[in-house]
């Protein structure tokens, strides 16, 4: 469905707003009297020196691409899914509930982990869900709410139920059972934090891929996304959509929380959200909503955050540079519908043409100051 | 329990008072057709500069240290919001998307260039605002327990600030034109109103009561930056839809989130309270906000433009 010119428009867009995130990001450490050339080098070098540290960014990067598959998803139905990292929190303590309180085999453990986290997080975003459908009520505003809901329900219910031995603020560590590490993923990649969850996301990036193109579901989704009337007129059940596409959103975000508390970490932490949740949206926007562009997002971010630690080591940047430079992508990433609006004018622009113009003008200029 | 709210109260004003002030500059953002959900965020840099201005001129001049860092917060607050205010207004941006990275900026970039500028991520006051205790209005029985023993000179500054909003929003001609331009731009535009001007005007007005509003949070209650503004942004927002827009129904939503959050903070110290769950209380000022959009979803209050960026040559 997508042309070629589209793709490739989304391709500079998403590179536009990169390389301005990049230039904010160099501008920062250039301020702060550091040589940003270093930055860079240790930053990248630090996710991608050995095969432990490709792990570590592909394991950084698996909650990415389902935290960014769950706002791409919601996005095709025209619905901004902020709710991302609620929906994390809900999959992470289904997880880590069923992994701390049955005690089987670990494919039967893993496979009740996989389904509790999908569905803990689809019903924790279709509130939402029915909210807009039955109510009108906005999803950014109640998926905001849902998040702090979260949050609190994280807070009490963790160290009342999972208490770990030592710290009040922390959930007893999941068994071996229960982690999605897998001991010839870890031995395969030096001791990384790499998990099954890499795979799953990538099983994930492909069904999501072929909902959207190939299924009448994917059709009904995106007829709403594109024009909700129209849809209505065409017979598409618009609210039934709208519950069902923030319910699989919320899907992706529960599984990407159970990738990250039961895979990439070993525990709950009580009192943070995951800040995978709104870096999502920026997966989500560089990746122009497609699932493998997503994908190629999330490896990017989980590079940067990969490398940070790294750089920190051995510049006296201060880690957060990778941060900065993520949030400068999502505003400028907001801001391309003006890049979007003066395309057609932007395309037009024939360089060469005006390389030429240039030297007939400078031409022009040095035989009038001779006459 | 009559003393226990005697007890109370001064923690859940001094609670409430942040949070209104960061509610009211949404309401400015909100009215004049701006989604601000960067308050949390620019609450965070007002909290950042704040303590670092604070932590830095408090040796020198003890007494004067703290206005002179509420003052800059609201100063950086105003200027970080010019970055919201130019990505929706001049490049008609994602209202939404703007207002995210406008959180995600700050919260990178105050604990960056707290690591840069201290060596650390927690930048902390050694002398925040002192309670006072007014000499004649304190002799009233009961109000004057109430309001005017241990007070803090910040909460009667934000009430000035919250009677001064409403005046200049609902009895003066910037007031209504601004109001105009979150209702119909089109039609403030055929009357002669600048809508970017106002739209400008409105966006840099919250961010100087968010940044505000975060440092009073350190001088009052916290006393430190700690990289995060812990939802409190979120909840100035949720009092602004709760309050249905309008400046005293974010007072009296404030005060409802600031009493219910203060119950559930000290509920483990007090016997009384430690039979209600704090869950309940946390979680309190989100859920009512859900019901009162759901109860309200057939005659909004909302600003009927929120959320469009102004476009001339559409009609």
Same mark, same amino acid.
């Given at each position: 469905m997508k042309t070629k010119v589209r793709v490739k428009k989304d391709f500079y867009m998403s590179f536009f707003a990169i390389l301005l995130g990049l230039l904010a990001g160099a501008v920062l450490m250039a301020v702060t009297g550091n040589n940003p050339f270093e930055g860079f080098f240790y930053l990248f070098r630090g996710g991608l020196m050995n095969i432990e540290r490709i792990g570590n960014t592909l394991a950084t990067a698996t909650p990415l691409i389902f935290a960014g598959l769950s706002v791409a998803f919601a996005f095709k139905t025209g619905l901004f899914n902020i709710g991302g990292a609620g929906q994390m929190l809900i999959g992470g303590l289904c997880a880590t509930a069923i992994g701390l309180t049955f005690d089987l085999p670990k494919p039967i453990l893993l496979t009740m982990i996989v389904f509790g986290s999908l569905i803990g997080g689809a019903l924790w975003a279709s509130l939402p869900g029915l909210l807009k459908a039955?109510?009108?009520?906005h999803e950014v505003v109640s998926t905001i709410m849902m998040n702090w809901i979260a949050y609190w329900v994280i807070y009490y219910i963790v160290p009342q139920y999972f208490k770990g031995p030592f710290l009040e603020t922390e959930s007893q560590r999941i068994p071996e059972a229960a982690s999605l590490k897998v001991p010839w993923l870890t031995e395969l990649f030096n001791?990384?934090?790499?998990?099954l969850g890499i795979f799953l996301a990538i099983i994930f990036v492909v069904i999501s891929s072929l909902i959207l193109e190939r299924t009448t579901l994917g059709y009904e989704l995106k007829a709403v996304g594109y024009n909700r009337d129209a849809a209505e007129a065409a017979g598409i059940n618009v609210n039934r959509n709208i519950v069902l596409s923030m319910a699989i959103a919320g899907a992706l975000a529960g599984l990407g929380g159970a990738t990250f508390y039961v895979?990439?970490?070993?525990n709950m932490q009580i009192g943070v959200l995951p800040s995978q949740g709104f870096d999502g949206i920026a997966v989500a926007l560089l990746g122009a909503n497609s699932p493998w562009g997503v994908f190629a997002a999330a490896v990017f971010f989980g590079l940067l955050h990969t490398g940070k630690g790294f750089m920190n080591a051995m510049t006296?940047? =201060? =880690?957060?540079v990778a941060d900065t430079i993520i949030a400068t992508i999502i505003y400028f990433a907001a801001t391309s519908v003006l890049i979007e609006r003066n395309w057609d004018k932007i395309k037009k622009i024939n360089f060469a043409a005006l390389l030429n113009r240039g030297k007939k003008d400078s031409l022009k200029a040095g035989s009038g100051g001779e006459q | 329990m009559v003393d226990l709210i005697y007890q109370l109260f001064p923690y859940a004003i001094a609670f409430t008072i942040p949070l209104l002030l960061t509610s009211l500059g949404g309401l400015f953002s909100e009215r004049s057709g701006v989604i601000n959900i960067g308050l949390e965020g620019l609450m965070l840099m007002g909290m950042f500069v704040g303590a670092f201005t604070i932590s830095q001129t408090e040796a020198a001049n003890p007494g004067t240290a703290v206005w002179i860092g509420l003052l800059s917060a609201a100063v950086f607050g105003a200027i970080f919001a010019l970055l919201h205010a130019f990505a929706c207004? !001049?490049?008609?941006?994602n209202q939404v998307i703007s207002g995210i990275a406008i959180n995600m900026i700050a919260s990178a970039v105050t604990v960056y260039l707290a690591r840069f500028l201290t060596g650390s991520g927690n930048v902390q006051i050694i002398r925040g605002l002192s309670r006072q205790t007014i000499p004649l209005?304190?002799?009233?029985?009961v109000l004057g327990r109430l +309001? +005017?023993?241990?007070?803090?000179?910040t909460t009667w500054l934000v009430l000035f600030i919250l009677a001064a909003a409403t005046f200049l929003l609902y009895k003066t001609k910037f007031g209504l034109r601004l109001r105009a331009c979150g209702e119909h731009p089109h039609a403030a535009d055929s009357a002669g109103v600048n809508v970017y001007l106002m739209r400008y005007m409105a966006v840099i007005i919250s961010g100087a009561c968010a940044g505000l509003g975060g440092a009073i949070f350190i001088v009052t209650?916290?006393?430190? +930056?700690?990289? !995060?503004?812990a939802g409190l942004g979120f909840l100035a927002l949720a009092a602004l839809i709760f309050g249905q827009w309008k400046p005293w129904g974010i007072l009296a939503a404030t005060f409802f989130f600031g009493f219910a959050s203060t119950i559930a903070n000290v509920s483990q110290v007090i016997p009384t309270l430690a $039979?209600?769950?704090?869950i309940y209380l946390k979680t309190f000022p989100y859920v009512v906000t859900l019901i009162a959009l759901v109860l309200s979803? #057939?005659?909004? $209050?909302?600003? #009927?433009?929120?959320g469009e960026p102004y476009d001339k040559g559409k009609r």
């Open positions: 039955r109510f009108n009520v001791g990384s934090y790499i998990n895979g990439f970490a070993s006296a940047i =201060p =880690p957060e | 207004v !001049t490049l008609n941006a209005l304190s002799d009233i029985p +309001f +005017f023993t241990q007070s803090y000179a209650l916290s006393g430190e +930056f700690n990289g !995060t503004a $039979q209600i769950p704090g979803s #057939k005659s909004s $209050q909302a600003p #009927k433009a929120i």
